[in-house]
């Protein structure tokens, strides 16, 4: 048993409407990902919500993704895999008791503690704490996240310790947000100690990477989205 994951970024096309794989399913071949069911994949709506599959029947079809930001299986060959423009993707896995998650934590996510929910859900059905390693995969960085002082007022007012993960910003009543550093301690203090960050900025690798941010300020119509995705093969 091997734990096998990756992140795609501008290589891999998924549509706007987040519905054709076709493009994701050449891509995972490429990668040698196999499996003989459809990669299971979310709809994300920023929430703190965690989908568990531990059983063929819980198996969502392909055109009915189930609304929430994480997925947990201990299911051998399923491929899990969600889709991120700036968020944090988050790919958690058990090699010795076989369990995988992928989260999608953007900062409301992250607010709510999609991380804690996440590993919660895992030891459900079989992780220890102690075993599970996390992989942080492309995401904005600080460098490149400005925020409101109505966004800062928001984490400051919920715990004043969240100062340290601001900066100033170039202009008045602007922050600089480090998102990934929050996400880390968060795991942190759930007891994880294995935590491997890619260090990659979605917003600044424009020739690789999409980024909703960069697309915006660019006055683009829309962004496409990178993809993560996690297996037990």
Known sequence: MTIKYYFFGKECVINRALTDYADLEKNLAKQNFIS???????????????????????IPLATNRPKADAIVTNLKDLIIGLFTADCTPIL?????????????AGWLGAFKNITN?????????????????????PTIRQKSYEISQEFYDRFVVENSENKKFFIDGKRAEKYMFDLPAYVK???????????????????????????YRRSAHLNEADCGRNVSVIQIS
């Open 185 to 211: 301690e968060q795991l942190q203090n759930a007891g994880i100690k294995d935590i491997i960050d890619e260090e990659i900025d979605t917003y600044s690798n424009a020739e690789k990477l999409f980024s």
């Open 36 to 58: 003989p069911r459809p990669t299971v994949l979310i709809d994300q709506v920023h929430s703190s919500d965690v989908v568990v599959i531990d059983d063929e029947s819980k």
């Open 117 to 137: 929910n996440t590993i919660s859900k895992m030891i459900e059905i079989g992780a220890q704490i102690e075993n599970i390693k996390v992989v942080i995969g």
């Open 92 to 104: 958690f896995f058990d090699e010795k008791n076989s369990v995988i998650a992928a989260a999608h």
